[in-house]
């Protein structure tokens, strides 16, 4: 409601008009009660309030009271009271903007026990106030006592608040921060010669990679920073102050946080400059799940990665680094780390394609705030004197949960099932079931992670097992190394198998992307092969009934029926429970004996039942 009110104020002129003839001298008194956080996608309307309510003039111009209530639910700050400075600093920003002037009264915070779980702390609730009015001399510094003595988890700070006054009070999530932007910074130095470099960071708050570059390398280095959310570009500015880089580090405008391509396009358009190094912080982006790392890995969904690789704006000499940090989550992981394996890859493969090589990884330090997330470091040089350089640096100090440091990545390493691929070892009993009944020894298969189906088909010598990857070079890799030899890592454009099992969890959209064809043309090809057919699909259930749709099956039993009579279609279907899974299991099989299709027909209904 608070969203619909201040949009109709701002944006109807005339409404305003009549208020303000009427008497109406705007509002004296603004209380935006949110109690959630201004990081997410609801909070970016949150911002927008408190921005038109002073771009508007919403406000009484002698003297307008602006309380705002806010969370720190789902956020890991880097210091104390670091949402009290972005938020102050917004109220300020915004209010000078519109010709305001804005002085704090007061700031008020407390721990919401009743969202407190097990290991994981209270969120904290900040209350701020302040006086906003058009004339300095308007305003005025109201002292305010706490109404009573407060408890442990009650803290209140009368007057005007100082900003940045916790910066060198840094989290443990700063002080991984600071460590990978502090490797960064060392390879880069290192490697490059006296001259001056320039450096293109997607940052936060200038607190990490841009500050640790200045620090590495002072007056000889060109900073050009882009800040992902409005709020943290006027904190920046501060920080920018406080650092005193001396112009090493020019902010540029803030960038919109929907459009993850919009800011590296106005890199390309301003300004005709090739950089040293580069580093992107996506911290303030959402986890990247399962299904988004893979199509990541294969075709870069990060956009803004390919493009900077596309225009060549990283220099393409030995001595040039690549960096970023990445949140995600592991529930759609093929075995552990995979998620690793599909961001490495993805960045790889968006190198080659703007021909820079392969980039080879020299760190990788993963840890967990809130989600898990992981710092890469990329680089084209590998000299064994610049690793003894940087090896020496410890974060033994830094108590965050999930920390670890690798030098390096290696992909062929034993591998353990992740989340999304133990749940079909819960299905090997029906895989057993129809392998009795259905004598199929020429199979296809997709399976997450290849971990429990695929095992159990090459147990039988007499069975000629192709794996099918869907492009995903990392598990084509990785079933290299377990020494499977007969691979499909793109679509074919014939597969001569008698069974087709594909199991996946994806959506409707990526199912026609990445299996529909391959299906389509193992259908064409049913009725030259005088074998038994047999088609599995295990996955959601609209992907099931999408796929049933699409494929027409009803129209294939006929037009078999009609062109020959030597092949029947038996067809069982029925919801696996209780196993991880919820989808439905769809079984095709295309017969010429009559009388073995009835007995698959009537075993598959008993198993069913039983299951």
Do not use: S
């Given at each position: 409601p608070s969203h619909m009110l201040i949009s109709m104020l701002s944006c109807n002129n005339n409404l305003v008009d009549d208020l303000k003839a009427s008497g109406w001298d705007g509002f004296s008194y603004v209380w935006l009660d949110y109690c959630g956080t201004l990081r997410s996608r609801a909070g970016k309307l949150r911002q927008n309030d408190i921005r038109e309510i002073f771009r508007s003039h919403l406000v009484n111009e002698k003297g307008c009271v602006v309380a705002i209530t806010f969370s720190q639910r789902g956020e890991a700050p880097l210091y104390p009271h670091e949402l009290i400075d972005s938020v102050v600093t917004l109220i300020f920003q915004q209010a000078d903007t519109a010709g305001y002037k804005a002085s704090i009264m007061g700031v008020f915070s407390y721990a919401n026990e009743k969202r407190k779980v097990k290991k994981v702390s209270a969120d904290l609730i900040y209350t701020i106030v302040a006086l906003v009015a058009n004339d300095n001399n308007c305003l005025f510094q109201l002292v305010v006592e706490a109404p009573f003595k407060c408890k442990d988890e009650y803290k209140f700070y009368n007057g005007e608040w100082k900003l940045l006054e916790n910066i060198n009070q840094a989290t443990p999530l700063l002080q991984v921060l600071e460590f990978s932007s502090k490797l960064f910074s060392t390879y880069c130095a290192k490697s490059t010669s006296s001259r001056k470099i320039r450096a293109l960071v997607l940052d936060n708050k200038l607190l990490t990679v841009s500050r640790s570059i200045c620090m590495e390398f002072g007056n000889q280095v060109d900073v050009e920073a882009y800040i992902q959310d409005e709020k943290d570009f006027f904190l920046a500015n501060r920080v920018n102050v406080y650092l005193k880089t001396n112009g090493a580090i020019s902010i540029n405008k803030k960038i919109r946080p929907d459009d993850s391509i919009s800011w590296i396009c106005e890199v390309v358009k301003s300004k005709d400059i090739i950089y040293d190094a580069i580093w992107l912080d996506y911290s303030l982006v959402s986890p990247l799940t399962g299904r988004q790392l893979r199509q990541l890995a294969r075709s870069g969904s990060l956009r803004d990665v390919a493009f900077i690789f596309h225009h060549k704006l990283l220099r393409r000499v030995k001595n040039s680094w690549f960096g970023l940090q990445l949140n995600y989550c592991p529930t759609g992981e093929y075995w552990k780390d995979s998620a690793i394996d599909w961001i490495i890859k993805g960045v790889q493969n968006a190198a080659a394609s703007g021909g820079y090589g392969a980039l080879e990884v020299v760190e990788v330090v993963r840890f967990t705030a809130r989600s898990p997330s992981v710092c890469i470091i990329f680089g084209n040089l590998y000299r064994d004197h610049i690793r003894q350089a940087v090896s020496t640096s410890s974060m033994d100090h830094i108590r965050l949960a999930g920390l670890d440091r690798s030098t390096s990545w290696d992909f062929p390493r034993r591998l353990h099932p992740g989340s999304s691929a133990k749940k079909y070892k819960r299905i090997l009993s029906y895989t057993r079931f129809m392998m009795r009944i259905h004598k199929a020894t020429n199979i296809a298969i997709h399976e997450p992670g290849f971990h429990h189906i695929t095992p159990l088909l090459v147990e039988d010598s007499s069975n000629e097992i192709t794996c099918l990857t869907g492009g995903d070079e990392c598990q084509r890799e990785m079933l290299?190394?377990?020494?499977?030899?007969?691979?499909?890592?793109?679509?074919?454009?014939?597969?001569?198998?008698?069974?087709?099992?594909?199991?996946?969890?994806?959506?409707?959209?990526?199912?026609?992307?990445?299996?529909?064809?391959l299906v389509e043309l193992w259908f064409d090809n049913i009725e030259v092969v005088s074998e038994n057919k047999w088609f599995v699909l295990i996955s959601m259930i609209n992907v099931c009934n999408d796929a049933e749709a699409h494929l027409q099956l009803e129209s294939i039993i006929k037009l078999q029926a009609d062109k020959q009579s030597l092949y029947t279609v038996f067809e069982s279907k029925y919801v696996v429970r209780n196993c991880g899974l919820s989808s439905l299991v769809k079984s095709y099989v295309f017969s010429k004996d009559r009388s073995y299709g009835n007995e698959m027909k009537r075993k598959v209904e008993v198993f069913s039942v039983i299951n």
């Open positions: 290299l190394n377990r020494g499977f030899t007969k691979i499909c890592g793109h679509l074919p454009t014939r597969i001569n198998a008698d069974a087709l099992l594909l199991f996946d969890e994806i959506g409707v959209k990526f199912w026609k992307i990445d299996w529909l064809p």
